[in-house]
């Protein structure tokens, strides 16, 4: 690939030479993308019995109840709902499932960029409810989770959280 | 001839072996869809036989999810003078779930069966490290370029296991300053191993942001390794030529220390070598983008492979995005001569119905026979990564194509009767990546 062309496509997706050597931000150094409200703990009705809720709406809204101290893939699993998975630390996207209501903690995913959890994608595999939860599971799910780089390129905001920088208004 | 283990005494004798009748690939369902496991195809490719162009027979992983990707062998030609061992048994790590699969490909050819699982999870606890790649024997012995540690941050390392497939711990004794692994060879008259970068397995798994390129979170070096000392001991910063460096490939000849890296992203070849003043490194190869009528700027090539003959005459590479495979005669190998190209699938609609069936996806990665004559070619590069580039891949699975090359003279063309539609696959479509043969292949073997 020339130069040329090579500086136009870092400049035209993001706005900076993707050639240029950069000092990677530390986590400490300004303000990061928080992510969204979903990483709030917030009591529901079932939080002082330990377990929450969880519809499964694209399986004809089936609920089970799940444990809120465990990741929401061994709930699904020990409810015989056996999805595919991978490196079971929230690093490798496999798990990924879109919650439509409710709320979640996933402090430990790093495989979701910003776009991806705005859409409301989880990772099943170090999430947790916080409240009754709806769910979209499986690949079905995905629709929304794969884009091409080039021609739908992310904002600054939307990367992931160590290397996104705030939203401007 | 007094004998002899596995492999062959030189790379002019891996050229007269017998041709091959079978091959395996790796077929993938993770990422599809569908709920089953990862398994080995055998592919018939004997045009005598009349299942030839079929997959024949199909291996199972015990797990769902693995992502299979590269293979290895346990034995190569470097244990030639070692009749205790065979090439016998194919290494096949799960990229995702870390577990790698022993099989026996001996007792029965056509219908290998498991022999051993190392479980992913005895790797991270004693190694640290995750994200199997290239498996090379080393010897008697095999190590694995590991992408990440158990949590998939990068560098990683290198998994050691012994004959008899336990682990021995990490190879390396140290990663220096190297910030990513990916793929590495090595030529031991010379006391080198060159090792590339992709990234984190935390960055590369769940799919590709080009943005990440800018942050440095994607690779743009190669590393010479003292190889007895087993420690980096200089890096070539390839800066804007090598973004994301990924397959490399030594000379065959164990005297040669040429040798050439596909940097992915740029869409170059490197070739580096030791020359009077030490290593030093050139592009040779340089892809131009193509324009398209719907992308906003031209679409890079996306050579994710480079394979170079067993005769050292030719370097083959892919463009997965622009959809041609291309042949270059590297008999000078700073002055590389454009010998072949054919087209088969990719998005610049050049060749999207191949031998009748509908391509989705580009080459990708590539096996050659070890006469060089005939390049079997598959379509899928990495489930997500395909899902990105490729969407209709998921209905359509990967195609394994067989191109015939001239070896004498240079030239590639598709070849007609042959062509495996891994759409068709009994429990729907799968997507074919790596492939080997019995007898040993084109990137598999080191003389020592």
């Known amino acids: 690939m020339r130069r040329a062309t090579r500086v136009a496509i870092a400049q035209a997706i993001f706005g900076c030479d ?92 790093v495989a979701l960029n910003n776009r991806q959890i705005n859409y409301g994608y989880i990772i099943l595999c170090v999430a947790r409810p916080v409240t009754d939860i709806t769910l979209e599971i499986g690949v079905e799910s995905h629709d929304k989770l794969y884009r091409n780089p080039f021609l739908d ?9 160590d290397i996104a920088t705030p939203q401007e208004d | 001839m007094e004998c002899c283990g596995p492999g062959y005494a030189s790379p002019a004798d891996a050229i007269k072996a017998p041709r091959e009748k079978l091959l395996y690939t790796i077929a993938i369902y993770t990422g599809t869809g569908i709920q089953k496991p990862d398994y080995l195809a055998t592919v018939d490719v004997d045009p005598e036989s009349p299942t030839y162009s079929q997959v024949i027979h199909r291996l199972e992983m015990p797990g769902i999810g693995d992502e299979l990707h590269h293979m290895g062998w346990n034995a190569c030609s470097s244990c ?41 999870a005895e790797i991270k606890s004693k190694t640290n490290l995750s994200g199997p790649h290239t498996v090379h024997c080393l010897g008697s012995e095999i190590i694995i370029s590991m992408l990440g540690d158990a949590m998939g941050e990068a560098p990683g390392g290198y998994l050691h296991l012994n004959k008899d497939f336990e682990i021995m711990g990490r190879w390396e004794a140290s990663m220096g300053d190297i910030p990513f692994g990916y793929d590495f060879w090595y030529q ?59 397959e490399v490939k030594f000379h065959h000849n164990p005297d040669s220390t040429h040798g050439f890296c596909g940097a992915a992203l740029s869409a170059n070849v490197i070739h580096f070598w030791k020359g009077e003043d030490g290593w030093q490194w050139e592009k040779i190869i340089d892809v131009e983008n193509e324009p398209h009528p719907e992308w ?26 622009h959809g041609d495979m291309r042949q270059y005669d590297i008999t000078d190998p700073h002055n590389p001569v454009l010998t072949g190209q054919v087209y088969m699938g990719g998005l610049l609609g050049k060749a999207p119905v191949v031998n009748g069936v509908e391509m989705a996806g580009g080459p990708q990665m590539f096996q050659l026979s070890l006469d060089g004559r005939r390049l079997y ?7 997500t990564w395909d899902n990105q580039f490729y969407p209709q891949i998921r209905e359509k699975g990967g195609v394994m194509v067989q191109i015939d090359c001239d070896p004498v ?35 598999s073997d080191i003389w020592l």
């Open chain 1, 18 to 109: 993707v050639l240029a050597e950069k000092t990677r931000p530390g986590r400490d150094q300004g303000p990061r993308f928080t992510a969204p409200k979903r990483s709030r703990v917030k009591p529901g009705a079932g939080d002082l019995m330990g377990t929450f809720k969880v519809t499964l709406a694209n399986r004809d809204n089936a609920q089970i109840e799940v444990d809120a101290r465990r990741p929401l893939l061994d709930s699904l699993r020990d409810h015989g709902i056996d999805l595919p998975y991978g490196c079971q630390y929230g690093g490798c996207i496999t798990c990924a499932a879109k919650l439509t209501a409710g709320e979640v903690t996933q402090n430990r995913q």
């Open chain 2, 377 to 383: 070619v598959t379509t899928s590069l990495f489930s």
């Open chain 1, 153 to 161: 390129p992310l904002k600054a905001h939307e990367l992931k959280a």
């Open chain 2, 80 to 120: 030639f003078d070692d009749s205790s061992m065979s090439r016998r048994y194919l290494l096949l790590p799960g990229v995702r779930s870390n577990t790698i699969h022993v099989v026996d490909t001996a007792t029965d050819p056509r219908a290998p069966r498991l022999h051993k699982v190392i479980d992913g």
């Open chain 2, 296 to 321: 906003p700027i031209p679409v890079p090539g996306v050579m994710s492979a480079i394979l170079v003959s067993m005769d050292d005459k030719y370097l083959y590479l892919n463009n997965w995005l």
């Open chain 2, 188 to 246: 031991p008259r010379h006391n080198v191993m060159v090792s590339s970068e992709w990234a984190a397995p935390n960055t590369f798994m769940p799919g590709f942001d080009l943005e990440e390129v800018g942050h440095l979170k994607y690779g743009r070096r190669l590393h010479i390794w003292d190889f007895e000392a087993r420690k980096p001991v200089e890096t070539m910063y390839l800066g804007e030529d090598g973004l994301i460096p990924l």
């Open chain 2, 409 to 443: 003279h240079g030239g590639m063309a598709i070849n007609p009767d042959f062509i495996v539609d891994f759409g068709q696959e009994p429990n729907g479509p799968s997507r074919c990546h790596e492939a080997r043969y019995p007898g040993g292949d084109c990137t």
